[in-house]
C-alpha cells in the first residue's frame, strides 16, 4: 500500500431504476441487492487491500449520508461529504481532488462508482494498481472493460488498434464515444480495441486540477476560492459556492479535452453496473425454475421470475418473466424485459405528488 | 310479504381460491370484492323486500360468526349459528328447518348461498316468488338458471324437453346431473332445457324433515333429539349430536331421491358465483387498457389485469393478465388464466405448516 494512495466514491446517484426498493433516503448503493452487503459496502471491501477505508473518501447526498456512516463505520465521518447540491462529477471530482491535494501534495486519487458489482476482486485490484501507476506518472487514466456484448447504455473507450486486454502499462486513448446505437455498438465490439468507460478514474490530485484550471476555469476558480478543509467555515462557504459550478461530467469537462489520457484495458473482473432489477436477476442463483426467490416464496408452473419481498409470503401461479418487489407501501409487477424502464414510475408518482415514494 | 316465508343463508364455507384475502376468519362471503358491500350483506340486501332480516337465519363456522354478527346488525343475533362442525349442507339445513318448523309449523323455507353477486336483482326477486308459491304447495323447489356457456363447474337440471325460462309454476325436475364433462356440458346447453343448478331451494320445513326422515333417516333422528331452540342446554347438545350427522349434500341426500322435486327455470337475472379472482375481473368495470385496478395503481405498457391491494400503491409495467392481490402477510401475483387454481397454493402453505396464512 502506498499512503499517497486515496479513494473517492461517489455515491449520489438515485438508482430510480430500483424503485420501490430504492427511494431517496435508501438509493441503490446502500441497497443490498445482491448480497449480504450493500453495493457501497463491497465498494470499500473490495478496494481495503489497495486502498484502506482511513484514505477513501465518499461523496453523497443529504438523503443518503446518514446511512453511509451507518453501513461504513471505518470510514471516519468527516470524508463522509454531501454535496449541496447536484452538479455531475465534474464539481464533485474536483472538490476532492482540492482536498486531498490540500492534505498532501502528492495525493494520487482513483475515482469509483459506488454502486456497482465486482465478481472478481483479485484480477479488479491488479486492474487499479496498473492505474495508479499510470496515475503515478501524471497521466489520466481511465479504466476500460473488454465489452461482453454490444451494449448500447454505456460509452465506450477507443484504444489504439490491437490493443490487447491486460496490456501493461498505460494506453493511450484515443477517443471517448458516447452511448452507440446498436449497430455502431456492434461495430465497435467486433473492432476488438473499443472498451466500455467503467467510471473508474485515476490520476494525481495536481494534475487533475491543473486540468480543471484549463478546461473548466470557473469551477476551479470557485474550488479554489474555499477555505481550508478542516476549517470552521468550510461548510458553510462550500454550501454557497457548490451550486455555482459548472454541472458537467467529469468525461465531458476534462477527459475528452485533454491531453495524456490513457487507460487500462481490463480483461474480465466480473464488472456489472447493476442497471436494473434484470441485471439482479442475471446476478442471482437461480432454482430449477430459474426463480430468484426466498424461501417465503411458493412457486406453482411459475418461471424465471425475479422476487424481492422480505418478511412476506408470495405466491406466484402461472407467472414468467416477471420481477416483483414488495415494500410495505409500494409494490412494483413489472416484466423483466420492461425493468430499464422501471425509471418511468417515478414521474408518474412525481406528477401524482406522491414525494413520499420517491 | 309473507310471515311465514323464512330465509337461511349458508354461510360456512372457506371460499380459498380467493387467498391471500380470503382467511378462516375473513372467507369469501363476507369480502366486498366487487362492490361496497360484502357479499353476505348484498345477498341479505336483495332478500330483504321478500324476506325481512328478522326472519333470516345464518349458519356459519367458529371463524367467521363474529364478523358475520358485526356486518348484519340486522339480523338477530341468536339466528346467526355457529355450526359445531362442518358437516356439508343436509345436516346445515336439516337443522334449520327444525328450528323453524318448531317456532312456526308453516314455516317455508329459501335456502340460500352467500357468496353469490346477483346483478338484476328485481327480476331476481320474482323468481323467489314463484319458487316459494311452488313451495307453498308441497314441492321441493330449486332454482335453475338458463345457462350461458358450458360450464363443466357447475351441477345441471335437466327439465321436460321445451321448458322456457320464465315458465309461470313449478317445473318438474327429471333429473340431476354432476358437474359436466365439456361435451356433455355443450350437449346440455344446445338441448335448451338444462339449467344450471342455483344451489337455491325452497320448501315447507315440514315438507323437508319428512323427506330427511325417508331418506337420511340418522341424521333425521339427531336433529330430532335435539331440544328445543331457546332452551339453555341447545347448544351444547347440538356441539354433541351436531358431529355425528351425515357429511352429506341436500343435493344428494334428498333432492336426487325424493318425489315433487320441482324448479323455477329462470331466466338471465345476473348470476355469478363468483369463484375465482377472474370473475371479479369479469364482474367490475375495467379501464380503456382492459385494467381493473383503483386509482393507486400505475399501469405502463399493462393490460387486463386485475389487483387488489388496499392502502398501497401499485405499479404494473409491461404486464398483461395478471391477478395482484396484495395483504400485509402475502401477496399473490398470478395469471388470470390460473385464477381457478389458487387453492393450491394453500396446500403448499399447509405443508410448510404456515397456518396464520390459512
Redesign the interface.
Known amino acids: 500500500m502506498n499512503r499517497h494512495h486515496y479513494g473517492l466514491i461517489l455515491a449520489g446517484g438515485r438508482g430510480t431504476r430500483f424503485?420501490?426498493r430504492s427511494r431517496k433516503r435508501s438509493a441503490k448503493q446502500v441497497l443490498n441487492v445482491v448480497g449480504d452487503r450493500s453495493l457501497i459496502q463491497a465498494t470499500v471491501d473490495r478496494l481495503a487491500p489497495v486502498i484502506p477505508p482511513e484514505r477513501l473518501w465518499i461523496l453523497t447526498n443529504e438523503h443518503l449520508r446518514d446511512t453511509i456512516l451507518e453501513q461504513l463505520p471505518e470510514i471516519p465521518p468527516n470524508q463522509v461529504l454531501a454535496e449541496p447540491a447536484q452538479r455531475n462529477t465534474a464539481p464533485a471530482i474536483g472538490l476532492a481532488a482540492h482536498i486531498l491535494h490540500s492534505i498532501d501534495a502528492d495525493a494520487i486519487m482513483g475515482v469509483f462508482p459506488s454502486d456497482h458489482v465486482v465478481a472478481k476482486p483479485a484480477v479488479y485490484r491488479s486492474v487499479l494498481k496498473s492505474a495508479l501507476k499510470g496515475a503515478a506518472r501524471g497521466h489520466l487514466m481511465v479504466v476500460g472493460i473488454q465489452p461482453r456484448w454490444p451494449e448500447t447504455g454505456y460509452g465506450y473507450i477507443e484504444f489504439p488498434r490491437g490493443t490487447l486486454p491486460g496490456a501493461a502499462g498505460p494506453v493511450p486513448v484515443l477517443r471517448f464515444h458516447e452511448k452507440p446505437e446498436l449497430r455502431k455498438a456492434k461495430r465497435y465490439v467486433a473492432a476488438g480495441h473499443f472498451y466500455w468507460n467503467s467510471g473508474m478514474f485515476f490520476w494525481r490530485a495536481d494534475v487533475l486540477l491543473e486540468q480543471l484550471r484549463r478546461h473548466l476555469p470557473r469551477t476551479a476558480a470557485i474550488l479554489a476560492s474555499l477555505p481550508r478543509f478542516g476549517e470552521d467555515s468550510f461548510a458553510e462557504k462550500l454550501k454557497e459556492a457548490f451550486p455555482l459550478c459548472d454541472n458537467i461530467s467529469i468525461d465531458f469537462a476534462v477527459m475528452e479535452r485533454a491531453d495524456k489520457v490513457s487507460g487500462v484495458p481490463a480483461g474480465d473482473f466480473g464488472w456489472n453496473d447493476v442497471g436494473s432489477w434484470n441485471a439482479v436477476y442475471e446476478l442471482l442463483p437461480r432454482d430449477a425454475g430459474g426463480n430468484v426467490v426466498g424461501q417465503d416464496t411458493?412457486c406453482?408452473?411459475a418461471r424465471n421470475n425475479l422476487v424481492d419481498?422480505p418478511g412476506?409470503?408470495?405466491?406466484?401461479?402461472?407467472?414468467n418473466g416477471?420481477i416483483?418487489v414488495?415494500t410495505p407501501?409500494?409494490?412494483?409487477?413489472?416484466?423483466r424485459?420492461?425493468a430499464q424502464?422501471?425509471g418511468?414510475?417515478l414521474k408518474?408518482?412525481e406528477q401524482r405528488n406522491?414525494e413520499d415514494?420517491l
Chains 1, 2 share one sequence.
Do not use: M, Q
Request: glycine share 2%.
Open positions: 424503485w420501490p411458493i406453482l408452473d419481498a412476506k409470503v408470495v405466491a406466484l401461479l402461472g407467472v416477471l416483483v414488495d407501501d409500494a409494490l412494483l409487477v413489472a416484466s424485459d420492461c424502464r422501471v418511468e414510475i408518474t408518482l406522491r415514494l
